[in-house]
């Protein structure tokens, strides 16, 4: 008898509801996995930028290297001053060699205390070359030493002789060591 009502009542159906076509169903699920993806990158970049800043501190990224002026690609350009003139003297070697250069130095452009410096100390600057070359045999004046040479005359200027400014550079208009 009890299976009777059941049988009896009212007949009750138990289905989904229809879907209403390819959109009803696929729309929600496409919603879902974007809301998955979107979570996901929110989550690693908000990781990545927590480590960086735990790992790296508050220090910026990249640092400056400072290039040292022989090792940039640009050179600066210089005034020359070329009052110096041509310097006769002889080496010192047994049998002395004749030395005749025309020595000009170069300074910064902008530098015009050094331009005034060279003029008032030429004549220091003068006998100072004619005692340099005057102590170098001619085998140390071969063209493979100038720029040795160049470099120990700029120095000795700089450190010896200047005191207000300095010169950058010294170039040789003509070397000629005639031997005897």
Same mark, same amino acid.
């Given at each position: 008898?009890?299976?009777?009502?059941?049988?009896?009542?009212?007949?009750?159906?138990?289905?989904?509801?229809?879907?209403?076509?390819?959109?009803?169903?696929?729309?929600?699920?496409?919603?879902?996995?974007?809301?998955?993806?979107?979570?996901?990158?929110?989550?690693?970049?908000?990781?990545?930028?927590?480590? *960086?800043?735990?790992?790296?501190?508050?220090? %910026? +990224?990249?640092?400056?290297? /400072?290039?040292? @002026? !022989?090792?940039?690609?640009?050179?600066?350009?210089?005034?020359?001053?070329?009052?110096?003139?041509?310097?006769?003297?002889?080496?010192?070697?047994?049998?002395?060699?004749?030395?005749?250069?025309?020595?000009?130095?170069?300074?910064?452009?902008?530098?015009?205390?050094?331009?005034?410096?060279?003029?008032?100390?030429?004549?220091?600057?003068?006998?100072? *070359?004619?005692?340099?070359?005057?102590?170098? %045999? +001619?085998?140390?004046?071969? /063209?493979?030493? @100038? !720029?040795?040479?160049?470099?120990?005359?700029?120095?000795?200027?700089?450190?010896?002789?200047?005191?207000?400014?300095?010169?950058?550079?010294?170039?040789?208009?003509?070397?000629?060591?005639?031997?005897?």
């Amino acid at each position: 008898m009890a299976d009777e009502d059941l049988d009896m009542g009212e007949e009750t159906t138990s289905t989904a509801p229809a879907k209403k076509g390819l959109m009803g169903g696929f729309l929600p699920m496409l919603l879902k996995w974007i809301a998955i993806a979107i979570g996901a990158i929110i989550v690693i970049v908000t990781v990545v930028v927590i480590t *960086l800043n735990v790992m790296g501190g508050n220090t %910026t +990224a990249q640092q400056t290297i /400072p290039i040292a @002026e !022989e090792y940039s690609g640009r050179r600066e350009t210089l005034d020359w001053f070329q009052a110096v003139g041509t310097i006769r003297t002889r080496t010192s070697d047994a049998v002395p060699a004749s030395v005749m250069v025309e020595v000009v130095l170069g300074y910064r452009k902008e530098d015009k205390a050094a331009s005034t410096e060279i003029t008032e100390r030429l004549v220091e600057i003068k006998d100072f *070359l004619r005692r340099y070359f005057t102590e170098k %045999t +001619a085998a140390e004046l071969q /063209p493979m030493n @100038e !720029e040795k040479l160049k470099i120990e005359i700029r120095n000795a200027i700089n450190d010896d002789i200047l005191s207000n400014s300095k010169i950058r550079d010294v170039r040789f208009l003509s070397l000629e060591v005639i031997e005897q």
